[in-house]
């Protein structure tokens, strides 16, 4: 299971919800990450969700993980032109060595 | 700041060269991997490697190889440099048990004329 899909746009407006899809398809995954890439840059570690876990809330981060329907999503709250990115969806099958990454999902957050 | 350093920060080489790209893991870390990132796309898993041994390969040819040193810190070569090898390549540490704890590098963009 390697294929990590991720829609490609996301454009909100400043103060609103953020919600960022992502689909895996390795349901031995452990971990499944969130990480944000700004231009130019390296990738930040954003968050992180266990697979016995239906959600985790970090600040105005919520991860929600269904598990069945092998579906991710990361939800911004009151989004910021700061939040302007690409974020990238991981999922971290058993073997430890390997993270599988989506193709990014750009996040565009309008004045 | 993670503490994942990277170096050079941009390179240009042509056709048929060799690169070797550095990498320093974040002060702890033990284990490095290093992805590719072709423009537009996620990053590729390429190799990582723990106590200097290469520890899992993804889907790339052995033009690509790698070392790691007794402080942790890594090198990546790449021998007989191709036009599709252009990319950003991004070094990442962590502890080899702790799978949450991989940070990025800013990475190094190659670009091969």
């Known amino acids: 299971g390697e294929d990590v899909e991720q829609s490609l746009f996301l454009s909100v407006r400043e103060g609103d919800s953020s919600v960022i899809n992502c689909t895996y398809t390795?349901?031995?995954?452990?971990?499944l990450y969130w990480y944000k890439q700004e231009p130019g840059a390296g990738l930040q570690l954003l968050t992180y969700?266990?697979?016995?876990?239906d959600m985790k809330q970090d600040q105005r981060l919520t991860v929600l993980l269904n598990k069945k329907d092998k579906h991710l999503s990361l939800r911004i709250a009151d989004t910021q032109t700061g939040d302007s990115a690409i974020y990238f969806c991981?999922?971290?099958?058993?073997?430890?060595?390997?993270?599988?990454f989506g193709s990014g999902t750009k996040l565009n957050v309008k004045p | 700041e993670t503490g994942v350093t990277q170096s050079p920060t941009h390179l240009i080489k042509t056709r048929g060269q060799q690169v070797t790209l550095r990498c320093s893991s974040q002060?702890?870390?033990?284990?490095v991997s290093w992805y590719q990132q072709a423009l537009g796309q996620g990053p590729q898993f390429i190799f990582q490697y723990y106590r200097e041994e290469e520890n899992g390969r993804g889907n790339f040819p052995p033009r690509f190889s790698g070392l790691q040193f007794p402080n942790y810190s890594s090198e990546l070569n790449v021998n007989a440099l191709e036009l599709d090898d252009s990319a950003l390549y991004l070094c990442?540490?962590?502890?080899?048990?702790?799978?949450?704890?991989?940070?990025f590098g800013p990475g190094t963009r190659l670009l091969v004329l």
């Open positions: 390795d349901s031995s995954s452990t971990y």
């Open positions: 969700i266990f697979s016995n876990m």
């Open positions: 002060s702890g870390h033990n284990t």
């Open positions: 991981a999922e971290n099958p058993d073997n430890f060595n390997k993270f599988y």
């Open positions: 990442a540490s962590s502890l080899q048990d702790r799978r949450e704890t991989q940070y």
